[in-house]
């Protein structure tokens, strides 16, 4: 089954984070990577990129503005 966009994205509130996820059915998660201040990305087993990560989405939210 694939998934709809808004099944794969979520908003933390307590954390003050977004996320996506893009990995296929049945792949886990194993290891993330800050890679940029508050852009994390996670890994599956084989490394590949499965889902992002931003923080702290309000500040940079009203950096924007």
């Known amino acids: 089954m694939?998934?709809?966009p808004e099944d794969r994205v979520s908003y933390d509130?307590?954390?003050d984070a977004?996320?996506?996820s893009f990995a296929?059915?049945?792949v886990e998660y194993d290891t993330s990577e800050e890679i940029s201040p508050g852009l994390i990305l996670d890994h599956d087993?084989?490394?590949?990129?499965i889902g992002v990560e931003l923080l702290?989405?309000?500040?940079?939210?009203a950096a924007a503005s």
């Not at 087993?45 to 990129?49: F, V």
């Not at 702290?56 to 939210?61: A, C, D, E, G």
């Open 18 to 20: 977004i996320g996506s």
């Open 13 to 15: 509130p307590e954390a």
């Open 56 to 61: 702290p989405v309000k500040r940079l939210l």
């Open 45 to 49: 087993k084989q490394e590949r990129i």
């Open 24 to 26: 296929p059915d049945g």
């Open 2 to 4: 694939i998934k709809q």
